[in-house]
């Protein structure tokens, strides 16, 4: 009798739980359309060079966002927007990190300065390929030499080297109106693999050849320079002139692979130098820090994957559709098991620059971007050269953050 019952009582149960089980969100098959890379960089890059050949068409699944009430226009998070400087195209560089990190700075600048100064991402660039060529030596070809790095790269370069205006170093040659690497990045990676395979590990020599392939394709950064009627070394605009203290920055991350409540490396290739500065937290604490921040009046770099169906370069929103995950659902395991299994990678560095609630009261962020993904719309839009992510997005997906220590302060003692 009890056995009957309670068969009875899951038939009963089964069409509401199909109905609380159904999705909402619809997918698609969108074929592959040239946009912005194609249309613009390409061609200036190829007004150097050979023509690509034309990509194959191709159809990719995505999320099919037509019919939604969608918040993708600047106009409604000018509340809460935070001076920055329009957006800066990277090009054909795998440079994200520096060019989102260098925006975050800008502002940065602006907010504890007062001073718009256009700051140069090539400069960075520059020191930490030389850097990459140093550690590749030491580890004996080990180490990952690529374009690819992290936002604390630039406050390491910063350490070291000091900073500069773009307007003084900009890295453009040939009267290119892209940045272009392809070609130098793999001159730099055969001519390390010939070091590797002659086991000639000098490093005087290695730095000096790297520098030389550097100065033909990016001209070389000079050691002083004239900003406003004065004199500078980068070292001294850093210190005197931004007066900006790179230790004074911090970077947050959330992942269980590691400790919480530790100083943990991010364990991914564009951290080649293997930083273990990493604040790593819970997820809940993660969101609590980053929407403090930035409620506070404080922007930030941000890293994680857009290589989503929930991510369109249609509309430029990145959403995290029900037949992925429901919102419910998103917690430390789900975010750790799409890292471990690779569906979130270390894609993409941007700078998070406002926000928003809709009517719901949740979190949507004002995303500037320098890759191509978020120019595939009209040049004159206020949209062109931004992201609009949902708070789910940023929950699941972004992985780490670089932001002022003082939005920490309340955690540090966690730490100790």
């Keep these: ?60 699944f995505e999320m099919d966002q037509s019919g939604l009430d969608l918040p993708n226009k600047v106009a409604l998070y000018k509340d809460h927007t935070y001076w920055h400087f329009p957006t800066t195209s990277q090009g054909n560089t795998g440079t994200c990190w520096c060019f989102s990190t260098t925006s975050f700075f800008e502002s940065e600048e602006y907010r504890l300065h007062g001073k718009k100064v256009k700051l140069s991402e090539m400069f960075t660039v520059y020191w930490e390929y030389v850097e990459k060529a140093k550690g590749y030596v030491a580890s004996r070809g080990t180490s990952v030499f690529d374009e690819g790095s992290e936002a604390n790269a630039v406050t390491r370069i910063m350490r070291e080297y000091g900073a500069m205006p773009r307007s003084v170093y900009d890295g453009f040659k040939d009267d290119r109106k892209f940045y272009s690497h392809a070609d130098m990045a793999k001159e730099m990676k055969t001519y390390l693999k010939s070091v590797k395979a002659a086991n000639a590990w000098n490093e005087d020599e290695v730095t000096a050849t790297i520098k030389s392939i550097l100065n033909h394709y990016m001209g070389e950064p000079p050691a002083s320079f004239e900003y406003e009627g004065k004199k500078y070394t980068p070292k001294s605009f850093l210190k005197d002139y931004l007066k900006l203290n790179p230790d004074d920055y911090v970077d947050v991350l959330s992942y269980m692979q590691q400790p919480f409540w530790k100083q943990v490396e991010y364990e991914v290739p564009d951290n080649w130098w ?46 995290i559709p029900d037949f992925d995950i429901p ?36 979190m949507w962020y004002l995303i500037k971007d320098s890759s191509s993904g978020s120019r595939n719309i009209d040049p004159k839009s206020p949209e062109f050269g931004y992201y609009f992510f949902s708070e789910d997005y940023v929950k699941l997906k972004m992985m780490d953050f670089m932001v002022h220590k003082d939005m920490l302060k309340k955690y540090l003692k966690k730490f100790k």
């Design 1 to 60: 009798m009890k056995r009957i019952t309670l068969i009875l009582a899951v038939v009963f149960m089964m069409p509401a739980m199909q109905m609380s089980g159904q999705n909402r969100d619809k997918a698609k098959f969108k074929e592959y359309k040239p946009g912005y890379y194609q249309n613009f960089i390409l061609k200036d890059v190829n007004a150097v060079r050979e023509k690509q050949k034309p990509q194959k068409k191709s159809k990719h």
């Design 274 to 319: 293997h930083s273990k500065d990493y604040y790593n937290v819970p997820l809940k604490d993660f969101m609590d820090i980053l929407n403090h921040a930035i409620e506070s009046g404080y922007t930030m770099a941000i890293g994680g994957d857009v290589s989503e169906a929930g991510f369109s370069r249609e509309t430029n929103v990145a959403l």
């Design 327 to 362: 919102s419910a659902y998103i917690n430390d395991e789900a975010r750790q098991f799409r890292f471990s299994n690779h569906t979130t990678t270390d894609d993409h560095g941007m700078h998070m620059v406002g926000y928003m609630k809709d009517k719901e009261g949740k």
